[in-house]
C-alpha cells in the first residue's frame, strides 16, 4: 500500500541527488564530518528521512501500533486518519545550533566522526496516545516517484503489468526499505539496528550488480527504442535509471541519518564505540602508526596515475583512496590510487593488548588509518588530500546457454568476464573535490551523473555488522539468544523408523536443522542399508557438512547423484568448487539445466528394507545451509509417502537425464503444472476458507516474488469473496492496494520477520508440496 502521508517531506531530494553539488577547494576549510550544519546527501541540502512505518506489538505481530520515524517536524504527533498510523517527528536539523570545527591547513578526509555528533534525546511513543492497528502497511510509506498515486478504477491487466503501478526495480527498492526499517525502529536492539543497517547495504549492493546492471546492458542495447506501447505501461531502461537513482538517493540518505544521528550515538552510551582518527590521544596515533608499519605498509600499493602509468585495475565492491600530492620539487600536482585490500579487517580495536578491556569495544575504521599515515607511502610529498570511494561492476552477463558446449566452462569464462565488467556505481566521500569525482567518473566509464552517489558518512554500510564487539551472553545489545529445539519425533529415535510411521514437518529455525536435515543426510550416508542417494544444491556453507556426508556416501560405495546449480547468483566460484570435490569423490554431478535455473531443494534416499526398496524424500524451501537455516524462516518435509518418492523419482530423471513428465502425483513443478494447479488450488479452496472466516481463517499464500499475471487475477478474484487473503512477500510484489477491485479482504504484507527471511514460494494447501524449477 502506498501512503501519501507527507508526501512533500518524502520528496525532496539533496542537492547531490541533482548535481553533483560544489566542493570546496583543497585547502579550504570545512565542518567536522557530523556537524550540526552538515547535510546528509551534499552541501546546502536539507537532511532527508523518509517517513517509515513501523510494525509494532509482539515480536511476530499480533496487535500491532503503527509509527513513523521522521528527520523532521516538531516534536508533535500526529495520526492519519486516511491510512490510520500514526507519525512522530523528531526535531528539525533547522532547530539545532552550528557547531563547527577548524581543521589543519593539511586536509584529510576520513570516513566518519561519529563523536563530533551529539545523540538526540530518543522520543519514546506513549502506549496510552497510539491506536492499536490490525492492518499491515507496506514500506516505504511515500509515494515512489513515477508511481500512480491513485489506482482506484484500474483494472486487473493494468494492475499487475503497467509500471507506474508497480515497476519491479522500485518494487524490489520498497522491499528493501522493509528491511531498512528494521534498524530505523527504535525497539530494535543497537546491534541489530546494525546488522539490519549492514542487510540493506548489503541488498543494494546486490541490486545495483544485477538489475541496475541488467538495465544498463538493455540501454546500451536500444531496448528502449523497441517500446511502443503505452508509456504507462512500459518505462525504457533510461526512465527506471532516473526513478531509482532518485529512490536509492533517498534510501542512502536515510541509512546514513539512522547510523550517524541514532546508532552510533546510542551505542557510545553503551560503550560501543566507532571513532574518527583525530579524536585520538597522541600515544593512540603512534600505536596505530605501528600497526600500519607491520600490518598494512607491507600489502599496500601506492599507484600514480599519469601518462606512464595507466589508470589501475580496481575490482567490483572495492574500496580506495583518491590522493592528491604536491612534489615540492616542481610544485607539480598528482593524482593516485591506494586500494585498500579485501581481504583486512575492517576495524580496527584500540585495545592493544589482552588486558585492555576498557577499549576493547573502541574502533577506528582501517581507512582512516591508511589516509593518515599516507606520509609514509609517498615519501617527501605534500598530502593535499585523500578521499574514499568505491565501485560497483555489473554482474548481470548475457548468457548463451543453448551453444555452450560445457556449462562449467561457460561459467567459468563468465566469472573471468566479470571481473572486468562495466562500471554501475560509483559512491565517493562527499568532501570530494568536484574535478577529483569527475577524474574518477571519466577513467571509470560513468557517463551519467546518476551513477555518481556522494556519501556523508562511513562507506561500505554493509560491513558494519562485522564490528567485532564483545559482548555478554544475554546483551541488551541483541536479540536474546535462540537456541533451536530438536524436534520432539526425532528425539533419540532413528530417523527412518521414525519417517516410517508418519510424515515430520519441519520449520526452521525453531527446528533444529543440524537434528533434522542434516542429521537424514548424514545417518543416510553411514547406513549400510542405504544403496542410493540424489539431491540438489542451491546455495551451502564453505563447510557444508551435507557435502561432506555425500562425498562420505559415495566413498563408501553408494549410489551418489547430485544437482548443483552453477548458476546461483554470487556463488558461482563456491558452487563449482563443491561440484569438483563431488566428482572427486565419486558422485555423479550434473550442473544444472540450460536455460532454467534449478531452485527446488529435495533429498531422495533409497532404503533396502523387508527385501525391497523404500525411497524416504526430504523436500524444502530452504538450501542446505546449517548456517543460514538458523536465521531463515523456512519450511522442511521428510516423508516416505510412495507417491511422493516416484514423484522425487521422476524429477531427477528429467534433472540428470532425458525424461519429460506430463503430470506429477502431488509435487507442483516449473515449468509444467504448478501455475495451472496453483490457479485451480486456489478456486478450490474458496468455499472451504469462507466458512473459516466465520473462524478467523484466512488464506496465507507466501510469494518471493511477484508471481504471473493469471494468478494475481485468481487471488484479486478471492479478495473480493467473504475470505481474507494474506499475500506475503519477501521481495518483488506487483500488488497493490487501494483498487476497487481490491476488497479490503486483501491485506498485502512482508515476509521479513526479525529472524528475517520467508523463503521461497510455498503454498501449504491440502497435502500438496509446492518445488520450484524455473
Partial sequence: MQSSTSTEECSAISSRGEELGQPRGLNAPRNSRWSKTKKVGGRGAGRVQAHVVVQGGAEFGSETEKYSLSGRGNGAASHNEKHGTTLLSKEDDSTKSSETMQVASKPKVCVARPRGRKARPEKKPTGSSQPLLTRNVIMPSQKQEGLEADVAGFGVETLVVADSVYNKELSWLAFNWRVLHMALDSRTPLLERLRFLAISARNLDEFFCNRVGALKRQEAAGVENLITIEPRMAWTPHQQLKHVAREVRLMVDTQIACLTDEVLPALEKKGVNLVDY????????????????????PILTPLAVDPGHPFPYIGNLTSSIAVVIRDPYDDAMQFAIVSVPSGLNRWKSLAFTKSDKQKRNTFVSVEQIIINNLDLLFGGMDIKSAHVFRTTRNADVARNEEEADDLLEMITDEMRELRFAPFVRLEVDCEMPLEVVHRLTVELGLSDKDDVYSICGPMALGELDSLPVKHKLNSPLVYPPWTAKTHPRLQGADIFEV????????????????????????????????????????????????ISALAKAAESGKQVAVLVELKARFDEVRNMGFAQKLEDAGCNVAYGLVGLKTHCKCIMVVRKEDERLRTYVHIGTGNYNPHTASVYTDFGLLSCDPDLGMDITDLFKYLTGYHRQVAFRKLLVAPGTMRSEFIWLIERCVPTFNLLVFLRGRQIITFKFAPQMPVLERSHYISGTASQLVNVKSSICKDREGSQCLSDMLELGTGRSPMLKGESLQASLSSVTALMTR
Fill in 278 to 297: 583525530d579524536e585520538l590521544h597522541s600515544h593512540e596515533k603512534d600505536l596505530l602508526r605501528l600497526y600500519f608499519k607491520s600490518s598494512l605498509e
Fill in 499 to 546: 519417517i516410517r510411521k508418519g510424515d515430520i514437518l519441519l520449520h526452521h529455525p525453531y527446528h533444529s536443522f543440524v537434528t533434522s536435515t542434516q542429521h537424514f543426510v548424514e545417518a543416510a550416508a553411514n547406513d549400510p542399508k542405504v544403496v542410493a542417494i540424489k539431491a540438489t544444491l542451491y546455495r551451502t556453507s564453505n563447510d557444508s557438512p551435507i
